[in-house]
């Protein structure tokens, strides 16, 4: 059984960088037909897909966040990161990490961990 | 982009209920369109997928429907487990740009 855990620190000032991790048991992250994302919730509203990558690295992000966001791979770790720089009261959210079935017609997120909580705040 | 609408944003229903929630996108989307439910303090869980595929383990009282712009996940009959907040999100963008609608929270009359 496939199982997802996010980590990483609670409060974050504006204007830095958050950053979290995503580590997977249960199954490898090198495995095809599967991306892994990040999907964010502000307290009390909906959900934000923030980005996507394949083990290869191959990375995909939504637009509006595009410029301050980076996702990465740690494949050895199974592992894989958010980077969000130059943070603000907007970006306190419930940050959850997410695996995407990409096949055929699935295309779906299937599997989520628990989800962390982020602060912006000094 | 793609937006996704709900309706209704909220809804009151009892047990043993027949429930449809709408979900219509901005442009056709084909059959991709998923549904989850999240419950308070809890992640989304994946109920359809493609529209109209139940996902493993999910109970045989959701059901969805619909293609291109307009769709529904409908629940048979209530059952006190489901009252919750439902998602529908589009995964038609490609390359990989997905939306979803913007919840509808399921309430105990």
């Known amino acids: 059984q496939l199982q997802m855990q996010e980590s990483g620190p609670g409060l974050v000032k504006p204007s830095e960088t958050l950053s979290l991790t995503c580590s997977v048991s249960g199954g490898s992250i090198s495995s095809s037909n599967y991306y892994w994302g990040w999907i964010r919730q502000p307290p009390g509203k909906g959900l934000e897909w923030i980005g996507n990558i394949y083990y290869r690295g191959n990375t995909y992000y939504n637009p509006s966040l595009r410029s301050r966001v980076t996702i990465s791979v740690d494949t050895p770790k199974n592992q894989f990161s958010l980077r969000l720089s130059s943070v603000t009261a907007a970006d306190t959210a419930l940050y959850y990490c997410?695996?995407?079935?990409?096949?055929?017609?699935?295309?779906?997120?299937?599997?989520w961990g628990q989800g962390t909580m982020v602060t912006v705040s000094s | 982009d793609i937006q996704m609408t709900q309706s209704p944003s909220s809804l009151s229903a009892s047990v043993g209920d027949r429930v449809t929630i709408t979900c219509r996108a901005s442009q056709s989307i084909s059959i991709y369109l998923n549904w989850y439910q999240q419950k308070p303090g809890k992640a989304p869980e994946l109920l359809i997928y493609a529209a109209s595929s139940l996902q493993s383990g999910v109970p045989s009282r959701f059901s969805g429907s619909g293609s291109a712009t307009d769709f529904t996940l409908t629940i048979s009959s209530l059952q006190p487990e489901d009252f919750a907040t439902y998602y529908c999100?589009?995964?038609?963008?490609?390359?990989?740009?997905?939306?979803f609608g913007q919840g509808t929270r399921l309430e105990i009359k």
């Open positions: 999100q589009q995964s038609f963008s490609t390359p990989h740009m997905y939306t």
């Open positions: 997410a695996r995407h079935v990409g096949s055929g017609n699935y295309q779906a997120f299937d599997i």
